[in-house]
């Protein structure tokens, strides 16, 4: 799926470029075509008018200049009908009377009306005997004409009306597209031929439109504008006619240009459309053939995770990546290594397991072994420090068998230690819980161990709360957890120490018992040793007091199988706190 989207949107974002650039590039190319096709278009419309104006001027200095008395043949007024001339007329410059007209079945002498001409007069002067045409303007009766003028004599001045119509009829015949037309203005911008007539009566001023404007300082080229008449950007190619600077363009609406360039776009967008989805096919189609072994080696690696060893992966023939194939080929390799290695630590595990078994029955019967003479060796020391069997002479043997007696009693503890901790560490030996009555064993432990406080002069206190609960707990484990806990605290008090045992309800209805010594105290480093078996004899411990080093972690053993937690918190020589935490499991119902 990723890869699908990720070959999706790497084709989006170049065939999207592409497709914009095919837009811009398409309307460069119209924009092009608008130069090279209008502008072909306005030049041979100019050399059109340029041979009509030829025509003209010839056909007119023809007539005046070789029938003074203009009297020419009715295929005269024919031929001068065809080039447009209203009339042609001689006109007398001093008092500005018409002495001959071309004959007309329209104008006479009489009848013929001229526009005021001393501007005429002024302008042929300064033509000093050339043709010269005027720019576009209405005639006396209000139709638009241009005037051709050239002095013949120097009291003559010749003078003839051209209308418009053919210039008006040429730019009719151009019409293309939706709004592309031809437009035909004078040498000042004035119109003489336009698609709206309004402007062509009213001889529109439009020399501020630029390519008008470029046409009346003679320029030829290609023009963007906004066209007042349509209100919308136009394109023209234009230029001029030279004989008479009239302008000629050809402009076409801008939006044309852009609707074709639309059409190649939505063309273009076909293509994205179809690039993109066959590249989505196809990232979809190498993604599943990618994904495909990928997804047998995750599912593989799923099972290694749930503890199946036994697993290996297809490595499909084919075409497949060599990534891939490789990748599967190092993960079976994985896997049987893997399988190896477990199999060898069950082995390893198991004979871990026969060895420890094999360590525990070993202690087990060595103890069992030891119990027997250990009890005889204490019960005959215990009549000979008793005198049971009569009077002993030598108070030194007494006393002897007091040391045999406590040394036996050490042993045997001991011994128990041993044998308790191996059912422990070997099978969790049950609890078999009762109803016990905490103050009692506390009471019992405390009043255990004063001979030896108070050998030590270690003073020894108790402090019970009074809604001290009863305990639902083993009560030969829960002894032997108290017994250790307070003779530790007691045989590591130095001399004038204090061991306070505190018992109290603790948090969410336990029970919490705490013990305080004033002894030696353990560092941070030293507080993990002191809770693994035989611990203290493998430290300085073991030279300066008796015992293995069995009696904390066995009551911190004792104790999780109640549930509970055993901490303990320790400074070096300022002494050591316990705390033995039971949970609400192990507070005895109330009656």
């Known amino acids: ?170 730019q009719r015949a151009v019409a293309f597209g939706e709004g592309g037309h031809a437009a035909i203005v004078d040498a000042i911008g004035r119109v003489v031929g336009h698609p709206r007539a309004d402007w062509e009566r009213d001889l529109k001023d439009l020399s501020a439109v630029d390519p008008v404007a470029r046409m009346i300082k003679g320029e030829t080229g290609v023009s963007k504008f906004f066209s007042p008449a349509a209100k919308e950007d136009m394109i023209a190619g234009f230029t001029t006619v030279p004989a008479t600077g009239w302008g000629v363009m050809i402009p076409q609406p801008y939006r044309e240009l852009q609707a074709k360039a639309d059409e190649v776009q939505k063309s273009a967008y076909f293509i994205v459309a179809f690039g993109v989805g066959l590249s989505t096919l196809l990232g979809f189609a190498i993604g599943g053939f990618i994904a495909g072994p990928i997804k047998a080696v995750s599912k593989a690696a799923d099972r290694v995770a749930d503890g199946d060893a036994d697993v290996s992966v297809y490595v499909p023939g084919g075409i497949v990546p060599v990534e891939v194939r490789a990748l599967t080929k190092r993960f079976n390799e994985m896997s049987i290594a893997l399988n190896k290695a477990r199999q060898a630590e069950v082995r390893a595990l198991r004979a871990a397991e026969e060895a420890v078994e094999a360590k525990s029955d070993f202690l087990t019967r060595v103890t069992h072994e030891l119990r027997t003479p250990l009890n005889t060796v204490i019960g005959f020391s215990g009549m000979i420090r008793d005198q049971t069997q009569g009077p002993i002479n030598s108070p030194e043997y007494v006393e002897y068998g007091r040391y045999i007696h406590d040394g036996g009693q050490r042993l045997l503890e001991m011994v128990n230690d041993i044998i308790a901790f191996s059912r422990v560490d070997r099978r969790g030996d049950d609890v078999a819980r009762s109803v016990v009555d905490i103050t009692v064993i506390l009471t019992m432990a405390v009043e255990k161990v004063r001979s030896m406080a108070g050998d030590g002069q270690i003073n020894v206190s108790l402090s019970l709360a009074e809604d001290l609960p009863d305990l639902w707990v083993d009560e030969v484990k829960f002894r032997q957890i108290i017994s250790h806990l307070v003779t530790n605290a007691v045989k590591f008090t130095p001399s004038g120490g204090s061991v306070v045992i505190d018992a109290h309800t603790g948090p969410a209805g336990g029970v919490e018992i705490v013990i305080r010594d004033t002894g030696i105290g353990l560092s941070e480093e030293q507080i993990p040793l002191a809770l693994s078996p035989f611990g203290q004899i493998s430290t300085h411990l073991a030279r300066d007091y008796e015992g293995a ?39 005895a119902a109330s009656a």
């Not at 500005?96 to 007309?104: A, I």
């Not at 053993?557 to 192990?586: A, R």
């Open 549 to 587: 080093g069995l009696g904390l972690p066995l009551s911190k053993m004792l104790v999780e199988q109640h549930g509970g937690t055993l901490t303990i918190q320790s400074t070096p020589g300022q002494g050591t706190i316990v705390t033995v935490f039971l949970p609400p499991e192990c507070v």
């Open 1 to 170: 799926m990723i890869l699908a989207l990720a070959f999706m949107v790497a084709s989006i974002v170049p065939l999207s470029v592409w497709a914009v650039w095919v837009r811009s590039a398409a309307l460069d190319r119209e924009i092009e075509e608008v130069r090279d096709r209008h502008l072909l278009l306005a030049r041979n419309l100019s050399l059109a008018l340029e041979r009509y104006a030829q025509d003209v001027s010839a056909v007119f200095s023809h007539v005046v200049e070789t029938d003074p008395e203009l009297r020419g043949s009715q295929h005269l007024g024919t031929l001068l009908a065809s080039l447009s001339f209203r009339h042609i007329c001689l006109i007398e410059t001093d008092t500005k009377r018409v002495v001959s007209v071309t004959p007309s079945a329209t104008y006479s002498m009489e009848s013929i009306v001229l526009p005021p001409l001393d501007r005429f007069i002024e302008v042929a002067e300064y033509g000093l005997g050339k043709l010269v045409f005027t720019n576009v303007m209405l005639n006396p009766s209000g139709k638009p004409a241009i005037y051709l003028l050239k002095k013949i004599e120097p009291n003559t001045l010749a003078l003839g009306e051209l209308s418009t119509e053919f210039l008006r009829t040429t």
